[in-house]
C-alpha cells in the first residue's frame, strides 16, 4: 500500500486489518524483503499489507524489492492511492494535521514535493484516485478489489433469556417467544435446545420451522448490504422465556446455516459453560 498522504491509506489499511491481514505502516522500502520473510515464513502469517510512502527516505529501492518478493513466489500486489491538490488541501485543512514532508514547505509544495518523490511508484499496480470518494466508498472499493467481502464479517449468534434482559451487545434481536416451549413438556424440560429430544420436538413444530426460514432469508439478503457499511462484527440475539430450549435451538441452526459463508460463533447466556462447551 503506497500512496499521498491524505488518500485515505490509512483507511485501507484499516479495512485489510479486519479482514485479517497483518498490518505493517510507513516500513522502510529496504527493509520489505526481510519482514516479508519474518512475518511470512516465521510467523506464519497468510496476509501482510505493508504501507511504504514518502517517508521512507530509501523509497526508490521499492520497485525493485517488489519485483525480488515476486520471484520469490510471493502473490504480491500494490495498491497506490492518490488524489487531486485542492482535495489534499481541503483533507489537511479539516483535520490540521502536519504534511509529513512539509519541512519549511507550504503545504501545496509539500504536496507537490510528495507527488514527485512518489512518481516511480505510482505506476507499480493498481491505482485509484479518492478525491470525489468518501471513507465508506473507499472502504468497500478496497473490500471489492481484494475480494474482501466474505472473510470480513465475524456473526455471532447468542441466545438469551428475557427474564434476565436483552444483551447489551445485540446488533439485532429477535423473539422466539410466540414458538411452542418445550419447558412445559416435564419430559423435554431437564434438556437444552442443543439434545436431541428438544431438537427432534421443534423440528417438528411448524411454526418453529417457519420462523427459521423467516430469519434466513432476512439474514442472507441484508448481511452483505451490513458488511458493505464497513460492519465487522454483527451479533443476532434471539430469546425465549428462559433461554434453554428455542432460542438455543434457533441459535444453533442458524450458524449452521451461515457457517458455510461467514466466520460463526454461537454463545448461550442461559446455559452453563459446562453445557456451553459441550
Known amino acids: 500500500m503506497s500512496g499521498l498522504s491524505g488518500s485515505g491509506k490509512s483507511i485501507a489499511l484499516k479495512v485489510l486489518e479486519d479482514a485479517g491481514y497483518y498490518c505493517?505502516?510507513?516500513?522502510?522500502?529496504?527493509?520489505?524483503?526481510?519482514?516479508?520473510?519474518?512475518?511470512?515464513?516465521?510467523?506464519?502469517?497468510?496476509?501482510?499489507?505493508?504501507?511504504v510512502d514518502a517517508r521512507s527516505a530509501s523509497l526508490p529501492a521499492l520497485p525493485e524489492n517488489i519485483e525480488r518478493l515476486k520471484a520469490r513466489g510471493f502473490d504480491c500486489r500494490v495498491i497506490y492511492l492518490e488524489a487531486n491538490?485542492?482535495?489534499?488541501?481541503?483533507?489537511?485543512?479539516?483535520?490540521?494535521?502536519?504534511?509529513?514532508?512539509?519541512?519549511?514547505?507550504?503545504?501545496?509544495?509539500?504536496?507537490?514535493?510528495?507527488?514527485?518523490?512518489?512518481?516511480g511508484v505510482a505506476p507499480?499496480?493498481?491505482?485509484?484516485?479518492?478525491?470525489?470518494?468518501?471513507?465508506?466508498?473507499?472502504?468497500?472499493?478496497?473490500?471489492?478489489?481484494?475480494g474482501?467481502?466474505?472473510?470480513?464479517?465475524?456473526?455471532?449468534?447468542?441466545?438469551?433469556?428475557?427474564?434476565?434482559?436483552?444483551?447489551?451487545?445485540?446488533?439485532?434481536?429477535?423473539?422466539?417467544?410466540?414458538?411452542?416451549?418445550?419447558?412445559?413438556?416435564?419430559?423435554?424440560?431437564?434438556?437444552?435446545?442443543?439434545?436431541?429430544?428438544v431438537i427432534e420436538y421443534l423440528e417438528h413444530d411448524a411454526l418453529a420451522q417457519q420462523w427459521l426460514a423467516d430469519?434466513?432469508?432476512l439474514l442472507a439478503r441484508w448481511l452483505p448490504e451490513i458488511v458493505r457499511e464497513n460492519r465487522s462484527h454483527v451479533t443476532v440475539a434471539i430469546g425465549c422465556t428462559g433461554g434453554r430450549h428455542r432460542s438455543v435451538y434457533l441459535a444453533e441452526r442458524l450458524a449452521e446455516t451461515f457457517r458455510a459463508e461467514w466466520k460463526v460463533l454461537v454463545r448461550h447466556r442461559g446455559l452453563s459453560q459446562a453445557e456451553n462447551s459441550a
Request: glycine share 4%; net charge negative; aromatic share 6%.
Open 24 to 51: 505493517v505502516d510507513n516500513l522502510p522500502a529496504t527493509l520489505l524483503l526481510e519482514v516479508a520473510d519474518f512475518l511470512a515464513l516465521e510467523a506464519h502469517h497468510e496476509r501482510i499489507a505493508v504501507s
Open 215 to 217: 430469519v434466513r432469508a
Open 148 to 197: 474482501l467481502g466474505a472473510g470480513a464479517l465475524t456473526l455471532l449468534f447468542e441466545s438469551f433469556s428475557y427474564k434476565q434482559g436483552v444483551p447489551l451487545d445485540a446488533d439485532w434481536v429477535l423473539d422466539a417467544r410466540m414458538i411452542a416451549n418445550p419447558h412445559y413438556d416435564p419430559k423435554l424440560r431437564p434438556y437444552t435446545g442443543r439434545d436431541a429430544p
Open 124 to 146: 507499480l499496480g493498481q491505482r485509484i484516485d479518492t478525491s470525489e470518494l468518501q471513507p465508506r466508498v473507499l472502504q468497500n472499493w478496497i473490500r471489492d478489489l481484494l
Open 85 to 119: 491538490t485542492p482535495t489534499l488541501l481541503r483533507r489537511f485543512s479539516e483535520t490540521r494535521r502536519r504534511h509529513p514532508v512539509s519541512g519549511d514547505m507550504t503545504l501545496s509544495e509539500a504536496i507537490e514535493r510528495e507527488r514527485t518523490l512518489l512518481a
